[in-house]
C-alpha cells in the first residue's frame, strides 16, 4: 500500500494504482471522459487534471501512477482553470444541439459543463463537421459530437474482442470509424452506447423515443440467455422503452449482450393479450372463463400419466414451481423444463450448474471448452473469457476446444477435435491438451448445450467428469467443471425438479401422441410440429410464436417485465426481478394462472399470494433436484460431431424473434452477406 | 465513407520484388511484434501500386493484405496509413508533386513554386491531380531541407532551390518522360554556397583538386 495525502486527507491505495483511483478513495469525484475503470488508460481527454505538490504542471490524474507519500490537489484555482481551459477546447466543436440529443439528460459532457463550462464561446473560427458512420441497426452515430476519447475503439478492441472501430487520420480530421463501411459484428455492440460519455453512439433502436428522466426504472434480471445479467428495465407509459445493464461484478460487470438490450421492441408485438380457444380448428377469441372451463372439460376423466408438460426457456422460478405443483397433482409424471433435450447429472447439484461461478473464470488458468459457442451462448460471459486470456498474457491462459466456437471466439485457443472422440483421447490422456489442463492450478472445463443434447450425453458426461477428476478440476476449494447453460429458465427447472418423474416421458416421448394433453408454458423451441394431431395443447405464455399456433387453448401470460420473478442463473445463484409494467390486455402473471386453473380443476394450489409461493421455493442451496427419468440408456459413444443447436445468435426466443430490431440484425448478420462483403 | 469507396480496386496480392523485400522487412521483428512491420509494408504497397498502375496508392485491399500478413485487425492498418501523409488513400496522379509552404520555404518564394506548379500542370486546388493524370499537387508541411528553401518534392526525390520557371521547367522535363537529376537547381552543391566556397579559403587552396571538382558542380 502507497500513502497519498489527497486535499489534506491521507489515504492508502495499492502500489500502482492512479492518482485519479486515489482520489476516489479520498471520496474526490474528478471529471472524466476518456478514463473508464474496464477499460486501458488513454489519458487523451485531460478533463482529469489535478495538481501534485512540486509538479511543473497539471497532471492527468487517471495515467499519473502514485508514490508513496504524494500530494495531490484536486480543488485549486490552478485545476479548476485548467479544467475550465480543457472543458472550452472539447466544446469548441461540440454541438450545441442537445434537445435533440438523445444523451441529453444522462451525458457526461453536459453534466461536467455545468462545472467547468463557460457561458460564451470564444472562438469565432469554422467549425468542424464529420460525416455519420453506418455501424449497423444497433448503434446510431451522430460523429459530430464525437470528443474522441477512443472508448469505443479501446471497448471493441478490448472488451468485445472485435476490432473494427479505430480512430483514422489525425489533428483536425481524426475520426471514429469503421473506414470501410460495415456493421459491428460483436454481441456486445450496445454497451458502446454505455460507455460513450457523449451523444456520439447512442441507440438507433430507441432514437428520439424518450428522455432518461421520464423513465421509471425497475431492476431486474435478463432472461435472453442464462447469465442472469443485471438489468434495469426502462419504462414510460406502461412501455418498456429500454434496458440497460447494472453493475453485478459476479456476473455481467457492468455490460449487456445485444440481445437482452435491444429485444424490448419485442415486447410489443405478436403479444397474446387475451384468452384464446380453438373452435372447429379456428381459434375464437374467448373470457378466461370459457378457456377454463374448456380445459376443464377436456382435462375431464384423462388420467395423470396422459397429461405432459413443457416449460420453456424464459420462465421464472414461480411460475414452473406452480405448474410442477399442478401436474402433481393431476398425478402426471410428464415434467421436462429440457426444450432442447438435454440430459443433465441431476445427482450432485454442483454437477447441472457453472460449478466454478462466472467469476472463477479471472482465476483460472487453462480452460476447455465442449460443445459450447460461449460467444453466442453467452456473450458477456465470453467477454470474461477473453478478459482472462488478456489478462494472463501470451500463452497464459491456454484453451482448447472440442466442438465448434464459430470464425472468432475473440480468443485463440487450439481446435481439438469436433466431437466425442476428441474428447475420449483427451481422457485417455493421448493428447498434449490433457497435460497442459494436469499442470494448470485451476484448470476448467465448460460444457456447453451441444454436448449435452446429444443421444449420448450421459457418456459424454461421464467422459467429463473423468477427465476433470484426472486433472484436477474438481478439488477441494476449486470446481471446474461448468455447465454453460442457454435457457434462463434451465437451472430454476432442475432445481425444482421439473424433470420426467418415475414412469414418466421427456419432451420428446411426449410428441407424436406420447401424451393427449400438452401443458406447455412458454415453450416455443422444441419441435412443435412433431406433437401429435389428437393431442390437446394448452400454451400458456406472452407471445404468438410456434407453441401458440399449434395451441388448442392459449392463456396469455407475462413477459420478464411484467412479473416479478426468481430466476437461478447458469451459475445457480437465485435472483429476484420486479415488475416494471403491467402485462398487456388480459394477460395475468403466470402463477396466478395456475393457481386460478387450479381451483377449476379442483386441486386448488396451497398458495394463494407470492410470499406464500415464494415461502415454497426451494432453489440454490435449498434445493432437492429430483433424478430424472427416461434418460437414454442405450450406452455406446456416438462419435459424431457437435452440432449447434440453433442457428444465429439473434433470433433464439419468442421475444427476440418478435422484435424487429432483432430481425434485422439476424439480416444484417446473415452468413451469406458475410460472404459476400467479403 | 463513400469516398473510401470509389475507385477501390476489387484485388491485391504482392508481386514477386514485393514479397522479396516484405521477406527483408519482416526478419527485422521478434514474431510476435510483427505489428511493427505496418509502415514499411504499406510503403511496399504503395510503390508496388505505383510500379503497376502508374498511380502510386494504397488501396483498401491493399491494407487488408498487409493486415492478413501482420495478423494485426485490418482497422489498425487503416488507423496507421491515414495518419501519415506519406501514404495516399486515394489514386494519385504518375507524379507526385509536394511543394512545402512552411516558413522558411514561404519566405524563399513557396508561392511561386505553387503558382508554377498550377500553371504548369493546370491543377487548380491542393489535392486535385491534373487532368492528363500525370501529377498530383499537395501541400506539405516542412520537409526538413530549409536550407535550400523553397523545395519540391516530387515522390521521393527533393528538387531545391526552384523559382517559378525552374518548377516549370522541371515539370515539363517530368511530362517528356525525363528524370532530371535532383537536388539544388542552383550553381552549389547540396547546401554548401552558391557558387563555391566563401570560407577557409586558405584550406582550399592547399588542396587545389577539390577546391576544383567542387567548383565545376
Redesign the interface.
Known amino acids: 500500500m502507497v500513502n497519498v495525502i489527497v486535499d489534506g486527507i491521507p489515504v492508502d491505495v495499492p502500489a500502482g494504482s492512479s492518482a485519479l483511483q486515489a482520489c476516489e478513495a479520498a471520496g474526490k469525484e474528478i471529471p472524466r471522459f476518456c478514463f473508464h475503470e474496464r477499460l486501458s488508460v488513454a489519458g487523451n481527454c485531460r478533463m482529469c487534471l489535478v495538481q501534485v505538490v512540486r509538479a511543473p504542471k497539471p497532471v492527468a490524474s487517471c495515467g499519473f501512477p502514485v508514490a508513496e507519500g504524494m500530494q495531490i490537489l484536486t480543488d485549486t484555482e490552478v485545476v479548476r482553470k485548467a479544467r475550465r481551459a480543457v472543458m472550452e477546447f472539447l466544446l469548441i466543436n461540440h454541438p450545441l444541439d442537445c434537445p435533440i440529443c438523445d444523451q441529453g439528460g444522462e451525458c457526461d459532457l453536459q453534466d461536467q459543463a455545468y462545472g467547468y463550462g463557460s457561458g460564451i464561446s470564444r472562438y469565432h473560427e469554422e467549425k468542424r463537421a464529420v460525416?455519420d458512420?453506418?455501424l449497423g441497426p444497433l448503434v446510431k452515430t451522430v460523429m459530430t459530437r464525437c470528443i474522441q476519447c477512443t472508448r469505443c475503439v479501446r471497448f471493441c478492441?478490448e472488451v468485445a474482442g472485435t476490432?473494427?472501430?479505430?480512430?483514422?487520420?489525425?489533428g483536425e480530421n481524426m475520426e471514429i470509424?469503421?473506414?470501410?463501411?460495415k456493421a459491428l459484428t460483436s454481441e456486445l455492440s450496445g454497451n458502446l452506447i454505455d460507455i460513450c460519455p457523449v451523444g456520439a453512439l447512442t441507440s438507433r433502436p430507441g432514437a428520439f423515443q424518450a428522455r432518461p428522466w421520464e423513465m421509471k426504472k425497475t431492476d431486474a434480471i435478463d432472461v435472453v440467455d442464462a447469465l442472469g445479467t443485471n438489468i434495469q428495465i426502462q419504462a414510460r407509459g406502461g412501455e418498456v422503452k429500454r434496458i440497460v445493464p447494472r453493475v453485478n461484478d459476479d456476473i455481467n460487470e457492468e455490460w449487456l449482450s445485444d440481445k437482452g438490450r435491444f429485444s424490448v421492441d419485442g415486447l410489443k408485438r405478436r403479444r397474446l393479450d387475451r384468452p384464446w380457444v380453438r373452435v372447429h380448428g379456428k381459434l375464437q377469441p374467448v373470457s378466461w372463463q370459457d378457456a377454463f372451463v374448456a380445459i376443464a372439460r377436456r382435462l375431464d376423466g384423462v388420467p395423470g400419466s396422459r397429461i405432459g408438460a413443457i416449460v420453456g426457456d424464459l420462465c421464472e422460478a414461480e411460475s414452473i414451481m406452480a405448474l410442477r405443483d399442478l401436474m402433481l397433482a393431476l398425478g402426471s409424471p410428464n415434467l421436462d423444463c429440457r426444450q432442447d433435450g438435454a440430459q443433465y447429472d441431476m445427482s450432485d447439484r454442483s454437477r447441472y450448474v457453472f460449478a466454478s461461478g462466472i467469476a472463477g473464470i479471472d482465476e483460472a488458468d487453462a480452460l476447455l471448452v465442449i460443445g459450447a459457442d460461449p460467444r453466442h451462448d453467452a456473450p458477456v460471459l465470453n467477454a470474461r473469457i477473453r478478459k482472462r486470456y488478456l489478462s494472463a498474457g501470451?500463452g497464459g491462459f491456454p484453451i482448447g476446444v472440442i466442438g465448434n466456437v464459430g470464425i472468432n471466439p475473440t480468443w485463440a485457443y487450439e481446435s481439438l477435435g469436433d466431437g466425442p472422440g476428441a474428447l475420449r483421447d483427451l481422457t485417455g490422456g493421448s493428447h498434449a491438451f490433457t497435460e497442459i489442463l494436469k499442470t494448470a492450478k485451476k484448470p476448467m472445463i465448460i460444457i456447453g448445450q451441444e454436448a449435452l443434447a446429444r443421444e449420448d450425453a450421459t457418456e459424454v458426461f461421464a467422459l467429463c467428469v473423468q477427465l476433470a477428476e484426472a486433472v484436477g478440476a474438481v478439488v477441494e476449494g476449486w470446481n471446474g467443471l461448468n455447465i454453460l447453460h442457454t435457457a434462463a429458465s434451465r437451472v430454476a427447472g432442475l432445481d425444482l425438479g421439473f424433470v420426467p418423474r418415475p414412469g414418466g416421458r421427456s419432451v420428446r416421448g411426449m410428441l407424436s401422441g406420447g401424451v393427449d394433453i400438452m401443458w406447455l408454458l412458454g415453450a416455443d423451441e422444441f419441435p412443435v410440429h412433431a406433437i401429435g394431431p389428437e393431442t390437446f395443447v394448452i400454451y400458456q405464455g406472452h407471445h404468438g410464436d410456434a407453441g401458440a399456433a399449434r395451441a388448442d387453448v392459449i392463456l396469455p401470460g407475462a413477459a420478464y417485465t411484467e412479473k416479478p420473478g426468481t430466476w437461478v442463473n447458469t451459475e445457480g445463484r437465485v435472483q429476484q426481478s420486479f415488475q416494471a409494467v403491467f402485462p398487456p390486455g388480459e394477460a395475468r402473471e403466470d402463477w396466478r394462472i395456475l393457481r386460478a386453473i387450479s381451483e377449476v380443476l379442483g386441486h386448488t394450489l396451497p398458495y394463494d399470494t407470492l410470499e406464500d409461493l415464494r415461502g415454497h421455493l426451494r432453489l440454490g442451496r435449498d434445493a432437492v433436484p429430483v433424478r430424472a427419468e427416461g434418460a437414454n440408456t442405450r450406452g455406446g459413444l456416438d462419435t459424431r460431431p457437435f452440432v449447434p443447436l440453433t442457428q444465429g445468435y439473434y433470433l433464439t426466443n419468442p421475444i427476440s424473434r418478435a422484435s424487429p430490431t432483432m430481425i434485422e440484425c439476424a439480416r444484417v448478420h446473415a452468413p451469406h452477406t458475410a460472404i459476400a462483403a467479403e | 465513407m463513400s469516398d473510401v469507396n470509389r475507385e477501390q480496386p476489387g484485388h491485391f496480392e504482392f508481386d514477386e520484388i514485393s514479397e522479396a523485400e516484405i521477406t527483408k522487412i519482416l526478419v527485422k521483428y521478434p514474431p510476435e511484434r510483427k505489428a511493427s512491420g505496418s509502415l514499411p509494408l504499406l510503403y511496399v504497397a504503395q510503390k508496388q501500386m505505383g510500379r503497376q498502375t502508374g498511380s502510386a496508392w494504397v488501396p483498401v485491399v491493399a491494407m487488408d493484405r498487409i493486415a492478413e500478413r501482420l495478423e494485426i485487425a485490418p482497422i489498425r492498418v487503416y488507423e496507421v496509413a491515414t495518419f501519415y501523409f506519406m501514404f495516399n488513400t486515394k489514386p494519385i496522379g504518375r507524379y507526385h508533386l509536394q511543394a512545402c509552404t512552411t516558413t522558411s520555404c514561404w519566405l524563399r518564394g513557396s508561392d511561386d513554386v505553387v503558382a508554377a506548379c498550377k500553371k504548369a500542370t493546370g491543377v487548380k486546388h491542393f489535392g486535385e491531380t491534373s487532368a492528363d493524370g500525370l501529377f498530383t499537387l499537395s501541400e506539405v508541411e516542412c520537409l526538413g531541407a530549409c536550407a535550400n528553401a523553397p523545395i519540391l518534392q516530387v515522390d521521393d526525390d527533393y528538387y531545391e532551390d526552384l523559382d517559378g520557371p525552374r518548377t516549370e521547367a522541371l515539370i515539363e522535363a517530368l511530362r517528356r518522360g525525363e528524370k532530371p537529376e535532383s537536388g539544388p537547381t542552383i550553381d552549389r552543391l547540396g547546401s554548401a554556397p552558391q557558387g563555391g566556397r566563401k570560407v577557409l579559403l586558405e584550406a582550399a587552396h592547399e588542396d587545389p583538386a577539390s577546391a576544383q571538382g567542387e567548383r565545376s558542380c
Not at chain 1, 476490432?163 to 489525425?170: D, F, M, N, Q
Not at chain 1, 470509424?177 to 463501411?181: G, L, R, S
Request: hydrophobic share 20%; net charge positive.
Open positions: 460525416t458512420k453506418n478492441t476490432p473494427e472501430l479505430g480512430a483514422v487520420s489525425r470509424t469503421t473506414y470501410v463501411e501470451r
